[in-house]
């Protein structure tokens, strides 16, 4: 079938397995790439040139391996091989594992922070039972503190994140082996039967290949028809396993505020379960965070709110429409609905925003992210909270450390944000200080 030589990505392309596909289900680590793509990789390019003396256990090496070959071009084996080793890497590893949580792409996830992040926590803080992430995106950083603490209180606005947080954590009854009938029965359709639906209508050509999107039209109507026959866990997994397979084959650069326009080269949906567990010592909420701020008593709150101009419910509408499944009109080249719940973090009223936020939390730790991915090219990406403004509030608030990260730590290999810092402000609450600094503000309340 595959005659000449060519490259890992080349075939993955024709599987229907993205590259990223590849390297995440490999579990490729992110540094090593980096290297590669700074020519650091000398040595394991000479182990790369013995590939055509693998044997049986190639499928493993190539596991190892396919990074190379993605990004060296120049370094091209035997497509035989090559596809070998992925049907291999596909069979044992790609059906059976399931997908995790972090294998998103999301504006701003503290996915390869979390590690930086938990650990000052943990230096900084004490007694802490209830954990709060108020605005939490991807949920990176719930993920990690689910083991550790009594209670996870896990919010965002999005209507998407809400239900990626009920699949993955929610507790609640599912049966493994009826998910993989469904999503079976859904890898086994051919599109050319089905007909056009909402979303192939709207998306299919723009943000995604048009078969793709029949099929993702489809599969979304088809888990409405059979909600009665799924239990509350089973239809958010079924959801969350729909938008993580489909975030890989995306026309777009990580977000759905535009799509690319190139021709869509030909791809194949193939769904994969997501990694679902349920905690009971979770709560999930979808509540604009300065209301859910009043009701709230906590230990600590992680606060990592959007910074500049760019709204989540714009970037990710895509998600939005696919999982409210309300075929709203949609308008503009983006094909957005009317905008619904538009965030004053991106406006500017951001620094009023927070200060009502702090001053409304009754918690004894504040952690806050904050960063200035500002590039002066880009208006909509500069700050809407200025740095001395953040500090001033946490100030008011109590005792406040400042901790930094260099861009180095989660940037590697990346030049184009150069002075990019990300720092964490960690607040123990003084509540007389706080009374007292923001007396004006509650009294205005
Ligand atoms: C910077 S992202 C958080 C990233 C997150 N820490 C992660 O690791 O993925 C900010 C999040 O805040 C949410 N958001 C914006 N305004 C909000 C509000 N007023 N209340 C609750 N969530 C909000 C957005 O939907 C977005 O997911």
Same mark, same amino acid.
């Given at each position: 079938m595959y005659s000449r030589d060519c490259t890992l990505k080349e075939i993955g392309e024709k599987c229907g397995h993205p590259s990223?596909e590849i390297?995440?289900t490999a ?19 000479? $182990?790369f040139?013995?590939l055509d003396e693998f044997g049986d256990a190639m499928h493993l090496k190539l596991v190892e391996y396919s990074e190379f070959a993605i990004?060296?071009?120049?370094l091209r084996v035997s497509e035989s091989k090559i596809l070998y080793g992925l049907e291999a890497l596909f069979q044992n590893t790609i059906h $059976? ?7 998103? /792409? ?7 922070? %979390? ?12 007694? &802490? ?8 995106? +991807?949920?990176?950083?719930?993920? $990690? ?6 209670? &996870? ?9 809400? &239900? ?11 049966? &493994? ?6 999503? %079976? ?20 050509? @723009? ?13 979304? $109507? ?18 969350? +396993? ?13 977000? =759905? ?10 791809q194949q949906?193939h769904? /994969? ?12 909420? /979808? ?33 939005? +429409?696919?999982?409210?499944?309300? @075929?709203?009109?949609? =308008? ?18 951001? /620094? ?10 009754? %918690?004894? =730790? ?27 509030? #946490? ?27 990300? #720092? ?7 509540? @007389? ?13």
């Amino acid at each position: 079938m595959y005659s000449r030589d060519c490259t890992l990505k080349e075939i993955g392309e024709k599987c229907g397995h993205p590259s990223q596909e590849i390297q995440q289900t490999a579990d490729i680590e992110l540094t090593q790439l980096d290297k590669i793509a700074n020519n650091e990789q000398s040595s394991s390019v000479r $182990q790369f040139r013995s590939l055509d003396e693998f044997g049986d256990a190639m499928h493993l090496k190539l596991v190892e391996y396919s990074e190379f070959a993605i990004n060296i071009p120049s370094l091209r084996v035997s497509e035989s091989k090559i596809l070998y080793g992925l049907e291999a890497l596909f069979q044992n590893t790609i059906h $059976q594992k399931p997908i995790s949580l972090e294998s998103r /792409r999301y504006i701003g996830n503290k996915a390869k922070l %979390t590690k930086w992040i938990m650990d000052l926590i943990d230096k900084e803080t004490e007694k &802490v039972n209830t954990f709060v992430d108020i605005f939490a995106g +991807t949920a990176s950083v719930s993920n $990690q503190a689910i083991p550790k603490y009594k209670q &996870v209180i896990i919010n965002d606005i999005l209507f998407s994140n809400n &239900v990626i947080y009920k699949g993955f954590f929610e507790a609640g009854e599912w049966d &493994v082996e009826k998910l993989n009938d469904i999503i %079976t029965y859904y890898n086994a359709l051919d599109p050319d039967m089905l007909q056009e639906n909402y979303f192939s209508k709207n998306f299919g050509g @723009k943000f995604y290949e048009h078969n793709v999107a029949k099929l993702i039209g489809h599969i979304r $109507q088809d888990i409405e028809n059979i909600k009665s026959k799924l239990t509350v866990k089973e239809y958010n997994i079924l959801l969350s +396993t729909l938008i993580y397979n489909i975030d890989k084959l995306a026309n777009t650069v990580g977000h =759905f505020d535009a799509y690319i326009k190139k021709q869509i080269r030909v791809q194949q949906l193939h769904l /994969r379960l997501i990694n679902a567990r349920d905690f009971n010592n979770v709560k999930i909420y /979808r509540e604009n965070a300065n209301e859910l701020a009043k009701r709230l008593k906590s230990d600590l709150v992680y606060i990592d709110p959007p910074y500049n101009s760019r709204q989540y419910n714009r970037f990710y509408h895509l998600y939005e +429409t696919l999982v409210k499944w309300d @075929k709203p009109l949609l =308008f503009g080249v983006a094909l957005k609905p009317a905008p619904e719940n538009n965030s004053l973090y991106c406006t500017t009223k951001a /620094r009023d925003a927070f200060e009502h936020l702090v001053v409304n939390l009754n %918690t004894r =730790f504040l952690v806050v992210s904050y960063n200035n991915t500002y590039n002066s090219k880009s208006h909509s990406s500069e700050n809407k909270i200025r740095l001395e403004e953040i500090e001033s509030i #946490l100030n008011k608030c109590g005792k406040t450390k400042i901790f930094e990260c260099s861009h180095k730590f989660f940037n590697t290999g990346k030049t184009e944000f150069e002075d990019h810092k990300e #720092l964490l402000f960690i607040t123990e609450v003084d509540d @007389k200080r706080k009374n007292k600094s923001f007396s004006s503000v509650l009294h205005w309340r």
